[in-house]
């Protein structure tokens, strides 16, 4: 027997009913008629249209598994073609976050997410998390999400960097963000980047293989990236964000993350895994040169001790006297090819 519109439904009860009911349906009149109630219910209690509830219930009838838009025409009894004119809905239902997308297969799939249906089942709405305005823990934890979901579903590269855009974007508040937006990298650069802030953060580990970056659709944009990582043409080798694994070897084996890298972006995160020395450095530079930006300090601070303030001012200030930091950055590489060591214990 149907039950009345004023009786108890659950979501996932409502949603057992409209499978039911759109089970060869064609979604034709008598259905609707007939599925008023359980559909009512979930349109009401999801915020979405009646079309999306009938999607989404078969969907989440199929939790565990992938599914297509020919796997709802099949449960409907429509044609693969007609199924096309309810692109709309699901794109509807991504947009709200209620499905996810995978690229793993030439056709697009579809299915939910564990928070999704446990939302449901306790019969309450989803409601996504905010990716603004996070703490660096929260931040790091959402990259992790990003990268792991790269992975799983394959995601293709312009999804992977509007993912993090909107992460970044939302996020200007944070020191590393505002570091890494100042060194005015490109998207595929800052991919590279983050993704090993994220292994050496999250994982504990140091070292960024391009394996890992093997995603459908990512290999041809950022294979440029990779390859001048190895000839040491790339923007992050030069500002010393990254160095190669075994600089001697003929093989590329992959990068690192710098130690000036680590302080100067991570230090709040790694906490006590950094060298305390170079965080002290940095406290001392910043005396010694208090005219300096953050970026030349951490220039400094990742290759020169200083004991002797005064002693040190004059032998670096004609280095320090520049335009920019890249001007900068550039005298002290003409130091140290030069070999001009700085000796702290002269006086």
Not at 14 to 30: H, I, P, Q, Y
Not at 145 to 163: A, C, G, K, V
Not at 190 to 214: A, Q, R, S
Not at 266 to 284: A, M, N, Q, T
Request: aromatic content about 10%; proline content about 2%.
């Amino acid at each position: 027997m149907k039950k009345g519109r004023n009786n108890e439904y659950t979501l996932i009860s409502a949603m057992e009913e409209v499978l039911r009911l759109s089970k060869n349906s064609f979604l034709e009149d008598g259905f609707w008629t007939e599925s008023l109630d359980s559909v009512t219910y979930i349109t009401e209690k999801l915020a979405i249209t009646k079309e999306e509830a009938v999607f989404l219930a078969i969907i989440v009838d199929r939790f565990g598994n992938h599914t297509s838009l020919n796997d709802i025409a099949k449960h409907l009894g429509i044609s693969a073609l007609k199924a096309l004119q309810f692109n709309y809905v699901v794109d509807e239902l991504l947009k709200k976050q209620f499905i996810l997308e995978s690229f793993w297969e030439p056709v697009r799939e579809y299915y939910m997410s564990k928070e999704v249906v446990d939302a449901f089942v306790a019969n309450a709405k989803f409601t996504p998390k905010s990716i603004e305005n996070l703490t660096n823990d929260a931040f790091f934890e959402s990259l992790e999400q990003i990268f792991t979901r790269s992975m799983e579903d394959n995601l293709p590269f312009d999804y992977l960097t509007n993912l993090l855009e909107s992460l970044l974007r939302g996020n200007k508040h944070l020191l590393f963000v505002e570091r890494l937006e100042k060194e005015g990298l490109t998207m595929e650069n800052k991919v590279v980047f983050l993704y090993g802030c994220h292994l050496l953060v999250n994982d504990n580990n140091e070292k960024i293989v391009f394996d890992f970056f093997d995603f459908q659709n990512s290999k041809s944009r950022l294979a440029p990236i990779i390859r001048s990582l190895q000839t040491e043409e790339s923007p992050l080798i030069r500002r010393k964000l990254l160095a190669k694994i075994d600089s001697n070897s003929p093989i590329f084996k992959g990068v690192v993350i710098t130690e000036k890298a680590r302080v100067y972006f991570l230090r709040e995160l790694l906490g006590k895994k950094e060298d305390k020395g170079v965080v002290d450095r940095v406290s001392i530079w910043s005396e010694v040169f208090p005219e300096l930006s953050d970026s030349a300090i951490f220039e400094l601070s990742a290759y020169y001790d200083v004991k002797n303030k005064e002693v040190e001012r004059v032998k670096i200030s004609p280095f320090a006297d520049r335009t920019s930091n890249d001007d900068f950055r550039e005298k002290m590489g003409e130091l140290k090819r030069e070999n001009k060591k700085i000796s702290t214990s002269e006086s």
